[in-house]
């Protein structure tokens, strides 16, 4: 009989830059970004139509202990420069990507560090040829300067995103985030005026969330969130975080069974509202994330279809080709392009793309019958 054993925790852990690199192999990782790299998030692709998204975990542990994330906090790692290179240089060569992701929930908290990734990065690209975007990701805490922000930009940044979660001070304080709206709002600002994008997300619905709360965010979110990747969507009670074991506590999430298997489709009151006006506000917020409203729009100026996209595997899969539709970019003028599996009959209305030259989000316009024309 299979007997269950629970090992004691230890988190006396071994220098981080004397692990191995993972090893995406078994994974068939090559089948993936030849074939599937289309099917990755929107913003990916933002900045290369033809997108090969490769990931790298630049430090592990976060001290900090938010309500919706992990229930202990763990001891900063971060990784050497000169081994965090060495992992690029092994997968660069391995497997060509043009899209790197910096995992890292403090990435940029130090200055120094993120200059010294980006003037190491910026001496490989010309040694190497390395040819690649990337994103990172940071606390909200973390005070950006302009100067870092120009040299990441040189070296191939183009979107960073915050740990926004709220912009009511009462929420943040309930998540245990603590964060400075005005410093959050200097980034922004700095962002726009070097050209980088924006990304974060407003989170509804923590327990201390009332309506003015709520309303608090939405004025942040319609000032500042429409030229940028700011995502409205609700807190979840993830299992371990400090949310579901109040969930448990007050009997919000009755039968934790039920909760694992429909995790993706309940929706869970922890507000004061009362449930028939807090769907209502789910119902706004929902809608209004997915149609886009207010976010500046052009209109599509042209199109061609990819071949090889229409008949690679997730074209078989659709059942639709390929295309490759351009629009010049509402803010800076510049001609950018997006690549989407569409159906020439029966297309949406619009593309939500970012620009690749400014970084802007931008809502292209698909005139009815513009895919019916020759090209």
Same mark, same amino acid.
């Given at each position: 009989?299979?007997?269950?054993?629970?090992?004691?925790?230890?988190?006396?852990?071994?220098?981080?830059?004397?692990? *191995?690199? *993972?090893?995406? =192999? *078994?994974?068939?990782?090559?089948?993936?970004?030849?074939?599937?790299?289309?099917?990755? $998030?929107? %913003?990916? $692709?933002?900045?290369?139509?033809? +997108? $090969?998204?490769?990931?790298?975990?630049? #430090?592990?542990?976060? *001290?900090?202990?938010?309500?919706?994330?992990?229930?202990?906090?763990?001891?900063?790692? #971060?990784?050497?420069?000169?081994?965090?290179? #060495?992992?690029?240089? &092994?997968?660069?060569?391995?497997?060509? !990507?043009?899209?790197?992701? &910096?995992?890292?929930?403090? !990435?940029?908290?130090?200055?120094?560090?993120?200059?010294?990734?980006?003037?190491?990065?910026?001496?490989? $690209?010309?040694?190497?040829? @390395?040819?690649?975007?990337?994103?990172?990701?940071?606390?909200?805490?973390?005070?950006?300067?302009?100067?870092?922000?120009?040299?990441?930009?040189?070296?191939?940044?183009?979107?960073?995103?915050?740990?926004?979660?709220?912009?009511?001070?009462?929420?943040?304080?309930?998540?245990?985030?603590? +964060?400075?709206?005005?410093?959050?709002?200097?980034?922004?600002? %700095?962002?726009? =005026?070097?050209?980088?994008?924006?990304?974060?997300?407003? %989170? !509804?619905?923590?327990?201390?969330?009332?309506?003015?709360?709520?309303?608090?965010?939405?004025?942040?979110?319609?000032?500042?969130?429409?030229?940028?990747?700011?995502?409205?969507?609700?807190?979840?009670?993830?299992?371990?975080?400090?949310?579901?074991?109040?969930?448990?506590?007050?009997?919000?999430?009755?039968?934790?069974?039920?909760?694992?298997?429909?995790?993706?489709?309940?929706?869970?009151?922890?507000?004061?509202?009362?449930?028939?006006? @807090?769907?209502?506000?789910?119902?706004?917020?929902?809608?209004?994330?997915?149609?886009?409203?207010?976010?500046? +729009?052009?209109?599509?100026?042209?199109?061609? =279809?990819?071949?090889?996209?229409?008949?690679? &595997?997730?074209? %078989?899969?659709?059942?639709?080709?390929?295309?490759?539709? !351009?629009?010049?970019?509402?803010?800076?003028?510049?001609?950018?392009?997006?690549?989407?599996?569409?159906?020439?009959?029966?297309?949406?209305?619009?593309?939500?793309?970012?620009?690749?030259?400014?970084?802007?989000? &931008?809502?292209?316009?698909?005139?009815?019958?513009?895919?019916?024309?020759?090209?």
């Amino acid at each position: 009989m299979k007997v269950t054993k629970f090992t004691k925790r230890n988190f006396t852990y071994r220098d981080i830059n004397e692990r *191995p690199f *993972p090893d995406y =192999e *078994p994974f068939d990782i090559n089948d993936m970004l030849d074939n599937y790299s289309q099917a990755t $998030r929107v %913003l990916y $692709r933002y900045p290369r139509p033809d +997108s $090969r998204p490769m990931i790298i975990v630049t #430090a592990r542990g976060c *001290p900090f202990h938010c309500t919706f994330c992990k229930s202990h906090p763990e001891k900063y790692r #971060a990784r050497s420069i000169e081994n965090i290179m #060495a992992e690029i240089a &092994v997968n660069y060569k391995k497997y060509r !990507f043009n899209i790197l992701l &910096v995992q890292d929930e403090l !990435f940029a908290i130090n200055n120094q560090r993120m200059r010294e990734f980006c003037t190491e990065l910026i001496a490989n $690209r010309k040694t190497f040829g @390395w040819d690649f975007s990337w994103m990172f990701q940071t606390h909200p805490n973390a005070k950006l300067e302009k100067e870092t922000l120009q040299l990441a930009k040189e070296s191939g940044c183009c979107f960073f995103s915050y740990g926004l979660e709220s912009a009511s001070p009462t929420v943040l304080k309930s998540m245990r985030k603590n +964060s400075n709206i005005n410093q959050i709002i200097e980034a922004i600002r %700095l962002a726009d =005026e070097v050209g980088l994008g924006f990304g974060g997300n407003l %989170l !509804f619905g923590d327990f201390a969330e009332t309506e003015d709360t709520i309303r608090e965010s939405m004025e942040f979110y319609f000032k500042y969130g429409f030229p940028f990747d700011i995502f409205l969507t609700l807190v979840n009670p993830y299992p371990g975080s400090d949310l579901f074991n109040r969930c448990i506590e007050k009997g919000i999430i009755k039968d934790k069974l039920n909760y694992y298997e429909t995790v993706d489709n309940n929706y869970f009151n922890m507000t004061s509202i009362p449930d028939s006006l @807090w769907i209502s506000w789910v119902r706004f917020l929902v809608g209004l994330e997915r149609s886009y409203l207010m976010i500046k +729009s052009t209109n599509a100026t042209g199109y061609k =279809e990819d071949v090889y996209g229409s008949k690679s &595997v997730l074209g %078989l899969y659709n059942k639709k080709p390929m295309l490759e539709v !351009f629009a010049n970019c509402p803010f800076c003028g510049e001609e950018f392009s997006y690549k989407e599996f569409l159906d020439r009959e029966n297309a949406d209305p619009f593309l939500v793309i970012g620009c690749q030259s400014c970084n802007k989000r &931008v809502r292209v316009n698909l005139p009815i019958g513009m895919f019916k024309e020759v090209n």
